[in-house]
């Protein structure tokens, strides 16, 4: 009996066996009669035929559009053999624009577990624990995280297996004097799964694809290459996820105490916060298991002239693959304590006032591997050069600056051999001691003070005034600041081989284009928030209290990108910006500023938002059968940009272009819930009372005005407006676009005159 009066649990658990379809989907795949190099049925959506044509004989067109047996590439024949047969052959319907119909269903089952238990082991003695988990399973062959295509290839398992422990022990050595301790560790992997049937319907030996590639050890599961056919309408393509199969972890250990001390008109409280969390979130790194692009390229010597016979002979117009695949680990700490003080000064007014202070070292990965650009580490002496355009004769080609070599046109714009670093700028602390492991210096020792107040103006609990403000840090997404590094040059090149043929990929030498990199701040600070309110509570009766005040937030050091090698606006109407190879604008690398590379986006804490609102609130306490709420708000939200990876301008002043209303600005928000008891319906010695009585009516309704709505434009032909490939032009208003609501029709909803 006394464990029974000791200890008290609660157990629950919910399920959800979610099956949902996907939408009917059209591709066009290879027939039997292209599988075996038999093109004479081969049609456009004209109804004309595909003349294939040979690319080692002139040319010409094959016999009867036909590619001899001898002609054939084994390797090429086995991935259009994996393709799926064509299921729908009726052009009358499709016109020639899909030949194999698909749809799935994913099985989505969701599970929650609760369990809950208390042990009171002394009457000043309390210990808790509490487990939870939550089951999110993806089961299907699309619509899958990581997924492996545009068509049904193959079944996996996609499982968010999440579990939280939490501890908790209560001590109370007096009437006055209370500890509390707290532990907890959590975790939540996503993990896909694949049958051993699954993997061997997509591993190369498994299907008679015998080809290597390039660095072999990225693909220990010898997947097969992802293949895409351009030209081919609704062409039917294998793209895996550079993460499969996807395996992530994100473990999180925290452990909390606090004491509590009451004086007299005090309250005391002191604390610290621990909290360690490591992940390993895989990077998509390129395609690590190969990339064949079959598509047409006019530019190709070796073109047939369609996508599937380029693949039956082995001809491609462009192959990826990485150097190298990365698993990071990414690692996180905190360290926090405070001290607080409620302060009772008299019968109708108490004060909160307060310090934490945050010890918040910058995330790094195991291993420091990771790297990023900085401008103050560019040496424009080691420059790379481009391949750049040329004329032999009629014909436009590329040429080597740095020794005269004459390459195909498709090189134009490479990273020509001979000259420079390839990485001139990119710093690591893999081979540099100096530079942080985390890229960005630490940050020390920060300051969060907190103060707030309650006062009663009346002195009889039926008007109140609050107010309060508070400071508060958090560290910066992983996702923006360490997995995107974990990819980038030296660490991972991606060299791409031009017009060449499956039998010598393997001797072949790929060529670097200018990569689009990322840099961080060296001297990046912690994103920061300040919250702060004033309200007026008053009890008007009928249990029921009316809350009216004001709330903002302020944020600083808030995350955003800048691309350092933006281009100004006029650009392209240089002279210096023409190609004289064929009168138009060089490609875009040929016009940066820091030579070599592509978009260079510094990540750094320059951005902030502010947040201002009015809120107004009833609510009523459950009585005489009734309960229910009212809240109303108002409000705008400002910022730079809402997503930590979103680009502002390194052109235009970021406060006249990027400065505006957040996405998630909702001008007016009303909520209203209740809860009704319905009275009994018969008398509580009534059989039917387990039926028909203890009901209870509640609801929940929202309005809301939307999102923030931006304004685009298209022009039927081209036009360079601006004179900058990477910065676009936009809609200016000249006036209030919004129509009164009896000017509005169906098809004018705004007055588009103004823009």
């Known amino acids: 009996r006394r464990l029974k009066d000791k200890m008290f649990f609660f157990w629950s658990q919910e399920f959800w066996p979610l099956s949902v379809p996907t939408a009917l989907a059209q591709r066009t795949t290879p027939t039997e009669l292209e599988r075996a190099g038999n093109f004479s049925q081969s049609l456009d959506v004209n109804n004309a035929l595909i003349v294939v044509r040979d690319p080692f004989n002139n040319r010409t067109p094959f016999a009867g559009?036909?590619?001899?047996?001898?002609?054939?590439?084994?390797?090429?024949?086995?991935?259009?053999?994996?393709?799926?047969?064509?299921n729908f052959t009726d052009r009358g319907i499709s016109r020639g624009q899909f030949n194999y119909v698909f749809q799935?269903?994913?099985?989505?089952p969701k599970r929650t577990d609760t369990l809950k238990l208390d042990y009171n082991v002394t009457a000043s003695d309390i210990v808790t624990f509490s487990y939870s988990a939550r089951n999110d399973i993806n089961d299907g062959k699309v619509g899958i995280p990581a997924g492996t295509g545009n068509y049904d290839v193959y079944r996996q398992r996609s499982e968010n297996l999440g579990k939280l422990f939490l501890g908790r022990h209560q001590k109370i050595f007096s009437p006055t004097l209370i500890n509390e301790f707290n532990g907890s560790y959590s975790t939540r992997p996503l993990n896909n799964t694949i049958s051993d049937d699954a993997l061997a319907s997509i591993q190369r030996d498994k299907i008679g694809f015998t080809l290597g590639q390039l660095n072999p050890s990225s693909n220990p599961l010898n997947l097969i290459p992802n293949m895409s056919f351009g030209g081919v309408p609704n062409a039917i393509a294998v793209s895996m996820d550079g993460r499969t199969p996807l395996t992530t972890t994100h473990e999180i250990i925290s452990i909390s105490n606090n004491l509590t001390k009451t004086f007299t008109s005090h309250t005391l409280k002191l604390g610290f916060y621990f909290d360690r969390l490591w992940a390993e979130n895989q990077p998509t790194g390129g395609a690590f298991n190969g990339s064949f692009n079959f598509g047409r390229n006019v530019n190709n010597p070796l073109e047939t002239d369609y996508a599937f016979s380029n693949a039956i002979v082995g001809v491609f117009n462009q192959y990826d693959e990485p150097t190298a695949r990365v698993f990071p680990v990414n690692y996180a700490t905190n360290i926090e304590w405070f001290a607080q003080d409620n302060w009772k000064v008299n019968r109708k007014l108490a004060l909160d006032f307060g310090v934490r202070f945050h010890y918040l070292p910058q995330s790094w990965i195991d291993g420091d591997a990771m790297s990023g650009f900085r401008a103050d580490a560019f040496n424009p002496g080691q420059a790379v050069l481009l391949i750049e355009p040329?004329?032999?004769?009629?014909?436009?080609?590329g040429r080597n600056p740095n020794?005269?070599?004459?390459?195909?046109?498709?090189?134009?714009?490479?990273?020509?051999?001979?000259?420079?670093?390839?990485?001139?700028g990119m710093v690591s602390p893999l081979t540099d001691s100096n530079i942080p492991r985390s890229l960005m210096k630490e940050p020390g020792v920060l300051l969060a003070p907190r103060v707030g107040f309650a006062y009663d103006v009346m002195g009889n609990g039926k008007t109140a005034i609050r107010g309060g403000f508070g400071m508060f840090y958090n560290r910066m997404s992983h996702g923006v600041v360490l997995t995107d590094f974990a990819a980038q040059p030296p660490i991972i090149n991606l060299p791409s081989l031009f017009y060449g043929t499956m039998s010598t990929l393997r001797s072949a030498t790929g060529v670097l284009f200018p990569a689009n990199v990322l840099g961080l701040d060296a001297n990046a600070k912690i994103p920061s928030v300040m919250n702060f309110s004033l309200s007026v509570q008053r009890d008007i009766g009928f249990g029921t209290i009316v809350d009216a005040g004001y709330a903002g937030s302020l944020g600083r050091n808030l995350l955003w990108q800048r691309n350092l090698n933006a281009l100004p606006l006029g650009t392209n109407f240089l002279p210096s910006s023409r190609d004289t190879t064929n009168n138009a604008v060089l490609p875009v690398n040929f016009l940066r500023p820091y030579m070599g590379y592509g978009n260079l986006n510094l990540r750094e804490p320059g951005a902030s938002s502010n947040y201002h609102s009015f809120q107004l609130s009833a609510n009523r306490r459950f009585a005489s059968r009734l309960q229910y709420g009212v809240s109303y708000t108002w409000s705008k939200s400002l910022d730079y940009n809402s997503d930590d990876a979103a680009t502002v301008s390194n052109i235009i002043p970021v406060r006249v272009w990027n400065y505006g209303l957040s996405s998630f600005d909702r001008a007016h928000v009303l909520k209203v819930n209740w809860l009704y008891d319905l009275p009994n319906a018969v008398e509580r010695n009534n059989p039917l009372r387990w039926v028909v009585n203890d009901w209870q009516v509640s609801g929940i309704y929202t309005a809301s005005t939307g999102a923030p709505a931006g304004i685009g434009f298209s022009t039927v032909n081209p036009v360079d407006i601006t004179g900058s490939p990477t910065e676009g032009a936009r809609i200016v208003l000249t006036g209030e676009p919004t129509l009164p609501s009896g000017e509005r029709t169906f098809s004018r909803w705004f007055n588009t005159s103004v823009a």
Request: proline share 11%; aromatic share 4%; glycine share 10%.
């Open 65 to 86: 559009n036909v590619v001899p047996a001898s002609r054939i590439d084994t390797n090429g024949r086995a991935l259009l053999n994996f393709l799926p047969a064509p």
């Open 403 to 424: 020794t005269g070599e004459i390459v195909p046109a498709a090189l134009i714009g490479a990273v020509a051999p001979g000259r420079g670093n390839p990485a001139n």
């Open 390 to 397: 040329f004329r032999q004769g009629n014909t436009r080609v």
């Open 104 to 108: 799935d269903v994913v099985d989505q």
